[in-house]
């Protein structure tokens, strides 16, 4: 093999490295942005509740209560939910009080604290997607903290991500772009 291959097969593992470890993260993720003076959600992936007890049916729809960690991403409108316990939740992840979407998309989907809401009928590890925006907001007027936030169960877990992408371990940038940089590099002719 000719170095120059070579070193596009260093440089393409060192970016599939740090990609694939960006990528790497709970079944079910919901990702918060300030988009055109709005705040969207949006929520996307799986949820295997396996290991959860089940508490019943309950009436919900799109909100958030930042300062007691309610989130609920879906239509504004009411949706009857599934609900099960046995979830650890990682808290407040802001100081807003109650207030409801404006609009939105798809199935309701969420968390109160410790309960775990799923559309009425979902199948355990199929796909979910649902969004909610809270028109004319800002991550300041719902009192949202920009960060990470992770609710666990023995199964599965849902990563909040508000602002930002989450940023990648420090080592694994390094090893990436030292992959990538090793790549790219003449080698001087002998």
């Known amino acids: 093999m000719k170095c120059g291959v070579k070193r ?5 593992v060192g970016s599939t490295l740090i990609i694939g470890i960006h990528n790497a993260q709970a079944a079910l993720v919901v990702d918060v942005a300030e988009t055109a003076g709005d705040v969207v ?3 996307s992936g799986t949820v295997d509740f396996t290991g959860l007890s ?3 049916l309950t009436v919900t729809q799109g909100a958030i209560t930042p300062v007691s960690g309610a989130l609920l991403v879906g239509p504004s409108i009411d949706a009857i939910t599934d609900g099960y316990e ?3 939740a990682p808290g407040a992840f802001g100081t807003g009080n109650f207030i409801l979407a404006s609009t939105g998309t798809g199935e309701t989907f969420g968390f109160i604290s410790t309960l775990l809401l799923v559309p009425q009928g979902y199948a355990s590890s199929a796909p979910i997607a649902a969004t909610s925006k809270y028109a004319g907001a800002t991550f300041a007027s719902l009192g949202l903290t920009p960060g990470t936030y992770i609710w666990t169960w023995s199964s599965d877990s849902v990563t909040l991500r508000i602002g930002s992408a989450v940023p990648l371990p420090p080592a694994i940038v390094l090893l990436g772009s030292a992959l990538i940089g090793v790549g790219f590099t003449r080698r001087k002719p002998q």
């Open 86 to 88: 046995g979830v650890t």
């Open 54 to 56: 089940s508490f019943g």
């Open 41 to 43: 959600f949006a929520a």
């Open 8 to 12: 596009f097969l260093i440089a393409l």
